[in-house]
């Protein structure tokens, strides 16, 4: 009976623990963290200064910087086309979307006069 009653607190602490974890419960991107344009030849680099804000359940919220594996391989392929791009960032089961503007700096204009 002894272990029976230990074995069920011990299913109970558990549970109780796993209820008082922090779960995120939305995702978005902070707006000031995401460049106006992004080269193309340092994407990796500049995609990871942007950063995605986690709301929790009990109202606080952090930040972590954005990561390749965040985008799928199709929207990061995206990416590789100049100009603006509409991507979806996913965060756990939270997804938004992330819209950049992507441009070459080695391009150049030549101007006829």
């Known amino acids: 009976m002894k272990k029976i009653f230990i074995l069920f607190t011990l299913v109970l602490c558990l549970f109780s623990l796993t209820a008082c974890k922090n779960k995120v419960t939305s995702i978005k991107i902070v707006e000031n963290s995401v460049p106006e344009i992004i080269d193309?030849?340092?994407?990796?680099?500049?995609?990871?200064k942007i950063q995605i804000e986690l709301m929790m359940k009990k109202g606080d919220s952090s930040f972590v910087n954005l990561?390749?594996?965040?985008?799928?391989?199709?929207?990061?392929?995206?990416?590789?086309?100049?100009?603006?791009?509409t991507?979806?960032?996913?965060?756990?089961?939270?997804?938004?979307?992330?819209?950049?503007?992507v441009e070459d700096s080695n391009a150049y204009v030549v101007k006829v006069v």
């Open 40 to 48: 193309v030849a340092n994407l990796d680099s500049e995609l990871t």
């Open 67 to 85: 990561s390749k594996d965040m985008i799928s391989t199709e929207d990061y392929t995206k990416l590789a086309n100049l100009g603006t791009n």
């Open 87 to 101: 991507v979806i960032v996913s965060y756990e089961e939270f997804t938004t979307s992330l819209t950049l503007t």
